[in-house]
């Protein structure tokens, strides 16, 4: 199953028009100490303003929950313009935690599993209704954050619980293959 979010932040349009605003106005302003720093500010400015156009107008994600062996992987594909590939792959047996992601979480769970990871494929900066997931790795977590729709949050919630009947507490399988 895949999902891509769709783009629904107008705010950050309003955002990269500010900082553009501002770099025109700091560029040509000042003289002699003043201008020096006006035009570093502008020059801050713009970066600012061309990260977050690279970052949340031409970057795009599409979320993939995929059977494999009868076990489920989640990856998360990434494409700036037309080129991408995946960025992350996991497999949902290592799946410890799913749910809707709330601003402060990220104190609370440095706080409950130590050495963690967070990455966040969000599609949205403002206005989104995210989720977060977290994976055990061998001596650290990883947490990603990113835009599932109901359905394929029901999906994950679904396939985590099939990982979990398939495997004993251990993460070893408990299936057997008959030669």
């Known amino acids: 199953m895949k999902y891509s979010p769709k783009r629904t932040d107008n705010a950050i349009r309003a955002i990269y028009a500010a900082l553009l605003i501002m770099t025109v106005l700091f560029a040509g302003t000042g003289s002699g100490i003043t201008k020096a720093i006006l035009s570093s500010l502008a020059l801050i400015f713009l970066t600012a303003s061309i990260y977050l156009f690279i970052r949340y107008d031409m970057t795009s994600y599409t979320y993939i929950l995929s059977e494999k062996n009868g076990g489920y992987d989640f990856y998360i594909d990434k494409y700036v313009g037309k080129r991408g590939g ?5 497999p949902i047996s290592d799946s410890v935690m799913f749910e809707k992601y709330e601003k402060g979480m990220k104190k609370s769970l440095r706080q409950k599993y130590g050495n963690i990871h967070f990455y966040n494929y969000s599609q949205n900066i403002i206005k989104a209704d995210k989720s977060i997931i977290v994976f ?44």
Do not use: L, W
């Open 86 to 90: 995946y960025v992350c792959f996991y």
């Open 136 to 179: 055990e790795n061998t001596d650290y977590f990883d947490a990603v954050i990113f835009e599932p729709d109901k359905h394929f949050s029901d999906m994950i919630r679904k396939a985590a619980e099939v990982s979990a009947k398939a495997t004993d507490g251990n993460g070893e399988s408990t299936q057997t293959s008959e030669n």
